[in-house]
């Protein structure tokens, strides 16, 4: 859509996903190469691999939803988005040192499989919300 002002618009949940998406990225980036962690998860945090589980998993489940409601919903595009997020999850690990912090395989590995968990869910969320409002189409 074309606004009044002539600058691009974008439908309310698309927007309202993509800025999600967009903000926990900036939030993760910054939380995974601040070189003092504890100082922003208190005295007992949890596990470092269940934060990288569910930080990755969160961030596929925003970027699933964002691409599902701008109906690509294409099961090849999903796969392309899972190797963005891996590839982004490496990149994310690999420069930590720089920020003395410490890279390691293992978290990334937990990054995948939350990006896979992620993925599945909201996809087959989507899935079965299409399915339901072509059923009630009908």
């Not at 100082?39 to 470092?48: A, E, R, T, Y």
């Not at 691999?49 to 690509?72: D, E, G, I, P």
């Not at 294409?74 to 003395?100: C, K």
Request: with cysteine.
């Amino acid at each position: 859509d074309i606004g009044v002002t002539g600058v691009q618009t974008c439908a309310l949940p698309i927007c309202m996903f993509a800025s999600a998406t967009v903000a926990f990225t900036g939030v993760l980036v910054y939380a995974t190469h601040h070189p003092r962690p504890e100082n922003l998860l208190g005295p007992k945090p949890p596990p470092d691999k269940t934060l990288h589980f569910v930080a990755y998993a969160t961030l596929a489940s925003l970027a699933a939803a964002t691409w599902l409601t701008a109906r690509r919903t294409a099961r090849w595009n999903i796969l392309m988005l899972a190797a963005a997020l891996a590839v982004f999850g490496a990149v994310d690990e690999a420069t930590q040192p720089f920020f003395s912090r410490h890279a390691e395989p293992m978290d990334w590995l937990y990054d995948c499989i939350g990006i896979a968990l992620g993925l599945a869910g909201v996809s087959a969320f989507f899935a079965v919300a299409r399915t339901r409002a072509a059923a009630g189409d009908q």
